[in-house]
Every structure is written in structure tokens, then in C-alpha cells.
């Protein structure tokens, strides 16, 4: 027994002094300063969750972005606000950076708007238990931010930062963004293409990381009918309704099973008189059950993970719209841009990997990329193209988007600590 026993501690010393090793003395020194300020992090993560900053409240998103800079200020980037023209409504973005000479040129992505506008009932940091806080937007994403932040104040407090290159860019509008794209997110892309790396920090799920996250695109359908009584309906015409059905449902069978692939008709109006305005995805429509319906409009998105599957199921719907129609009936499909697709690539497969070896050294186990389905767009899809990237290492948590929002307190420090490690690492 006495034997057994040894044997034991043995394999206990040789699992920790393994572990010790692959964490250098020096990454030992991040994690211990990121001990040091969580409990300060945290109460910055009250305050910024506090400040109401829907994405069309311009006072709330710059005063979150106010906080958050003069935090950057005492660990010495260089900070500045990006304004936006007053056409664009919206608060701008902050930028916080430093330049050196060594490593890997990193991009860091948050942002400081949320989806509660100031009209819908406030619901404040507070916390639900040991291991659980909500407040509005403290997962998606001013936890992010905070992770963002307190991984570099651990790089800085050690002298880690000394000569690396780092940009972090809090936007302001992630959550509805300004229009045109072109002036909301010029300054976005044009300093990210200066980089090598973009590291987003939406939320995380679980064990795993982003390497990809599918675009989003519109369109709208148009379909015509011969208007008639409804005595003659299939002899002498279908109509625009019957034809409509028709066609969502040849989407529906044709392209339905393609994995990564969906397209939602989120709104449909049909009749005799029809007044659609599609900038407000709003209509108004009459008509008489003894009338055969002569018009009728759908609108929704089209959801993909490369561009090839997006030029492939427009062509499919074209086809769709313009062939076999039914009697009496003709209609017209337009596409319209929307945010872009994170593809994956060998390099963010590859990031990936680096993250799961950090995770694992650190104790936390391995990480695998996530099913791209799981995830909506997101700004680092505006430049993913240009540079590898992850998404997917701010705070976990449930509920994003709706009253009751939240973030696990458990897994707060260990995604501080990751993010902190492989900034640390790619920027040797």
C-alpha cells in the first residue's frame, strides 16, 4: 500500500511540474497579474454595463467608450475616437493602439454598443449568484471588451508590450450598423489590413472558438398575377399568392439541405392593393377573398459560409423564380448585400490550434472550432479576408440579445488568461 501510495505522489509531481513547464515563468507572471486585477476588472465591467449604450444612443456609446479609454490611457496606447458624419447617426468607434518592431501585428475587435436602446427596461449589473452576473450587454460584448482590456494591462504590467504591435478597435455600431458601410467601416478595414491577426471578442461558447461565421445577405421577391374573379382561379389564372407558395416552397425543397445554407422569408404581404416599404420591412395590404390576388411581395435573408455557396443558391433561386411559373403569374427576385462571411482558412485553423495548446498548458483542456451555424455575422467578417482570425473569446454566458442577459463568473479569469497568453505568443 505504502508502495502504491508513493507511486502516486510521483505521478502527482510529474503532472504539475509537466504543466509548469509548458507555462513559461514569465506567462506564470501574466496570469498572476490578471489575479491581481480581476476584482478592479470586474467593477469596470459594472460601470461600462451601467451606461446604457444602444447602438442609436450617441451619448451612451461614447460615454462607454470615455471609460474604457481612460483605462487604456494608464497602461500608455494611444487612444483616439473615430467620429462619424452626422448623416451616418451613429457615435463612431474608439481605437486604442502601440507599434513596434517585433511579432506578429495583432488586431483586437469589441465593441462598445449593445442592442437595448434606451427606451426598453434597464436591467443593471448586478449579480444572480457565485458564478453568474447579467446586465445588458455584459456578454455580448462589454465583457469581451473587458477581456480585451485586462489581457493587455497583464502584457503591460509585465513589460510585455515594450515593442509590439497591437490594435485594438472598440466600434460603435456593431449591433446596427451605420450606412453606408463604406464610411461606418472605411477606418475598420483600412487599419486592419496593416495587420497580421484579427482576434474578435464575442461571446464564447463553451470548449470551442470561431474560425468562420457566415455572412448574411437580403432579397426580395416580387411576384405578379393576373387580377380576376375568384370563380376563375386555376382555369383562367393562379395568381400571385398561389405562385409566391410555389416558389418558397421550390426554395424550401431544392435548397433546404445544404448545410450552412438558409434563407428565411421573415415577411410576406399579398392582395389587391399593396403598399411595401422595404426600408422599414413594413407593408400595408386589402383585397377581397372573391379577387384573385395580383400582387405580392416577400423579403428576407440569405444566410452563407463562402462566397461560392452564395453565388450558387442565388443562381438556384433565380432559376426558381423565372421557370415553370404558373399560369397567369411572372415574378423577379433581387439580392442585396449584407455583412460578409468569415471563411475558413488554413490560417485560422491554425490560430485555433495555438489557442487549444495555450488552454490545455494553462490546465483548461482543449478547444475545438465551432459549427459556424451557431453564430450570426460579426465585424471581424469585414476583414477576414485579409488577415487569419478567431472570433469567439470574450466572455461566456446565455441570454444575449434578451432581457436577463448573462455571464458566467467561473470562466471570466480563464478567458482573460487565454486571450492574454496568445496575444503573448504571437507577439514574440
Same mark, same amino acid.
Given at each position: ?98 507599434k513596434g518592431k517585433k511579432g506578429k501585428k495583432l488586431f483586437l475587435i469589441g465593441h462598445l454598443d449593445t442592442v ?103 432579397? /426580395? ?8 374573379? =375568384? ?5 383562367? $389564372? %393562379? +395568381?400571385? !399568392? ?5 416558389i418558397l416552397n421550390e426554395f424550401r425543397v431544392q435548397l433546404g439541405q445544404e448545410k450552412y445554407l438558409t434563407f ?81 482558412? /488554413? ?8 489557442? =487549444? ?5 494553462? $490546465? %483548461? +483542456?482543449? !478547444?475545438?472550432p465551432g459549427d459556424p451555424s451557431g453564430r450570426g455575422a460579426g465585424d471581424i467578417s469585414f476583414i477576414s479576408k ?43
Amino acid at each position: 500500500m505504502k508502495k502504491y501510495f508513493h507511486l502516486l505522489i510521483l505521478c502527482i509531481v510529474f503532472t504539475t511540474t509537466t504543466k509548469a513547464q509548458a507555462v513559461s515563468a514569465e506567462e506564470q507572471k501574466i496570469v498572476q497579474s490578471i489575479q491581481k486585477h480581476l476584482q478592479e476588472n470586474l467593477q469596470l465591467l459594472q460601470k461600462m454595463v451601467d451606461i446604457n449604450s444602444g447602438s442609436l444612443n450617441i451619448e451612451g456609446v461614447k460615454l462607454t467608450g470615455d471609460v474604457l479609454r481612460a483605462e487604456f490611457d494608464k497602461i500608455k496606447f494611444r487612444t483616439e475616437w473615430i467620429s462619424m458624419p452626422d448623416s451616418v447617426k451613429r457615435a463612431g468607434h474608439l481605437v486604442a493602439s502601440v507599434k513596434g518592431k517585433k511579432g506578429k501585428k495583432l488586431f483586437l475587435i469589441g465593441h462598445l454598443d449593445t442592442v437595448f436602446e434606451p427606451d426598453m427596461p434597464a436591467n443593471p449589473y448586478r449579480k444572480i449568484n457565485d458564478s453568474t452576473v447579467t446586465g445588458q450587454g455584459v456578454e455580448d460584448m462589454k465583457g469581451g471588451d473587458v477581456i480585451i482590456f485586462a489581457a493587455l494591462q497583464a502584457l503591460y504590467e509585465n513589460g510585455l508590450l515594450n515593442d509590439a504591435t497591437i490594435t485594438a478597435y472598440f466600434t460603435g455600431d456593431e449591433e446596427k450598423t451605420g450606412s453606408p458601410l463604406h464610411v461606418s467601416r472605411g477606418d475598420f478595414i483600412s487599419r486592419a489590413k496593416e495587420h497580421d491577426v484579427a482576434l474578435a471578442f464575442e461571446g464564447a461558447i463553451g470548449s470551442t472558438i470561431a474560425t468562420a461565421r457566415r455572412g448574411i445577405g437580403g432579397w /426580395k421577391l416580387h411576384v405578379y398575377g393576373q387580377q380576376g374573379h =375568384s370563380s376563375g382561379i386555376f382555369q383562367n $389564372g %393562379y +395568381g400571385a !399568392i398561389y405562385e409566391t407558395a410555389r416558389i418558397l416552397n421550390e426554395f424550401r425543397v431544392q435548397l433546404g439541405q445544404e448545410k450552412y445554407l438558409t434563407f428565411n422569408p421573415g415577411i410576406i404581404v399579398g392582395g389587391t392593393e399593396l403598399h411595401y416599404d422595404s426600408s422599414r420591412t413594413s407593408g400595408t395590404v386589402s383585397g377581397k377573398t372573391n379577387i384573385i390576388s395580383p400582387t405580392c411581395i416577400v423579403q428576407g435573408d440569405l444566410r452563407f459560409l463562402t462566397y461560392k455557396q452564395r453565388d450558387s443558391a442565388i443562381a438556384r433561386m433565380m432559376r426558381i423564380v423565372q421557370q415553370n411559373n404558373l399560369k397567369g403569374t411572372s415574378a423577379a427576385i433581387t439580392f442585396s448585400e449584407g455583412l460578409p462571411a468569415m471563411e475558413p482558412t /488554413k490560417g485560422n485553423d491554425d490560430l485555433a490550434k495555438l489557442l =487549444s495548446k495555450i488552454s490545455v498548458e494553462l $490546465g %483548461y +483542456g482543449p !478547444i475545438t472550432p465551432g459549427d459556424p451555424s451557431g453564430r450570426g455575422a460579426g465585424d471581424i467578417s469585414f476583414i477576414s479576408k485579409y488577415v487569419d482570425a478567431l472570433d469567439g473569446l470574450g466572455a461566456e454566458g446565455w441570454g444575449g440579445h434578451a432581457p436577463g442577459e448573462t455571464m458566467s463568473l467561473k470562466t471570466f479569469e480563464r478567458q482573460i488568461q487565454r486571450a492574454a497568453l496568445l496575444i503573448y505568443r504571437l507577439t514574440r
